[in-house]
């Protein structure tokens, strides 16, 4: 019976729903994280009666057809890239992007990252590093001695030097507009590659037009609001169950079928 199918690939298709949206829970204090949701698409019809076709001799058609659908599968889970919520850190290397942008990461093996994560160290070299050591680029390196680091929000990395009272630049912080940014290729650790759906990387400074501007001692939270996520998460349990009555319902119709006596 092809109510079983139907209705097993309903709750397929919830159960991945589910899933999107515990990874989305599991996110809610992960700096930087842009939340996902669950995209789906009906699968195939069988026409018994074509909407169309001719319905006698006289030429007459009709006007509805006869189709039977197999089913939903999931098409995309689709990243939603809208702004987080922005908190005070008071922490001198971590940097929020308000607006549009990702800072650059140089990764180990030569791969060109980007993240909304600005929860900056610097690593033995004194070099601007991402929490797992990974440098911003382009590089930036301050002295052993440097203190009172300032970040502008046109992204310009100042410090004073030992005795030093004139802040001396350092740097300059960019970031990457794309133009399909929910193309990015996640591959962890708060980090995204460039895909062919996203396009080139156009890299600017903050602040100019089409970028966002940086706030020093602060983080952008994950754009993930838990009552929405909750809702889904009850709509998507609500119609798994849905989908078990059918597929119960059908059963209990095979076994009546399969009763029947001559």
């Known amino acids: 019976m092809r109510a079983l199918h139907?209705?097993?690939?309903?709750?397929?298709?919830?159960?991945?729903?589910?899933?999107?949206?515990?990874?989305?829970?599991?996110?809610?204090?992960?700096?930087?994280?842009?939340?996902?949701?669950?995209?789906?698409?009906?699968?195939?019809?069988q026409s018994l009666r074509r909407?169309?076709?001719?319905?006698?001799?006289?030429?007459?058609?009709l006007p509805t057809g006869v189709q039977i659908g197999s089913g939903v599968r999931l098409a995309a889970t689709a990243r939603i890239m809208t702004q987080g919520p922005i908190e005070?850190?008071?922490?001198?290397?971590?940097v929020a992007v308000q607006g549009e942008g990702y800072f650059v990461i140089d990764m180990p093996d030569g791969r060109t990252a980007y993240t909304r994560d600005g929860s900056f160290e610097l690593d033995p070299n004194g070099r601007l590093v991402t929490a797992e050591g990974y440098a911003v680029s382009p590089a930036?390196?301050?002295?052993?001695?440097?203190?009172?680091?300032?970040?502008?929000?046109?992204?310009?990395?100042?410090?004073?030097?030992?005795?030093?009272?004139n802040p001396q630049d350092f740097g300059q912080i960019t970031l990457a507009r794309f133009v399909n940014k929910s193309g990015l290729d996640p591959i962890g650790n708060n980090l995204f590659l460039?895909?062919?759906?996203?396009?080139?990387?156009?890299?600017?400074?903050?602040?100019q037009e089409?970028?966002?501007?940086?706030?020093?001692?602060?983080?952008?939270?994950?754009?993930?609001?838990?009552?929405?996520?909750?809702?889904?998460l009850i709509a998507a349990q609500r119609?798994?169950?849905?989908?078990?009555?059918?597929?119960?319902?059908?059963?209990?119709?095979?076994?009546?079928?399969?009763?029947l006596r001559s």
């Not at 990874?23 to 698409?41: L, S």
């Not at 089409?210 to 609001?225: D, F, I, M, T, W």
């Open 210 to 232: 089409g970028y966002g501007s940086l706030l020093q001692n602060h983080l952008e939270a994950a754009n993930v609001n838990a009552v929405s996520e909750i809702s889904d």
């Open 194 to 207: 460039e895909s062919d759906s996203s396009g080139p990387p156009q890299i600017g400074n903050p602040g």
């Open 140 to 165: 930036i390196t301050l002295p052993p001695d440097a203190h009172g680091i300032s970040i502008s929000a046109e992204g310009v990395v100042q410090a004073l030097v030992g005795n030093d009272n």
């Open 6 to 45: 139907t209705a097993a690939s309903g709750m397929l298709a919830q159960e991945m729903n589910v899933e999107v949206i515990s990874n989305n829970i599991a996110n809610m204090r992960t700096t930087g994280f842009k939340r996902q949701r669950a995209e789906f698409q009906d699968m195939l019809y």
């Open 88 to 94: 005070m850190t008071e922490k001198e290397y971590d």
């Open 239 to 259: 119609a798994y169950e849905m989908n078990s009555r059918v597929v119960r319902a059908a059963d209990e119709m095979l076994s009546a079928t399969a009763n």
């Open 51 to 61: 909407t169309g076709a001719e319905s006698s001799d006289a030429g007459t058609v």
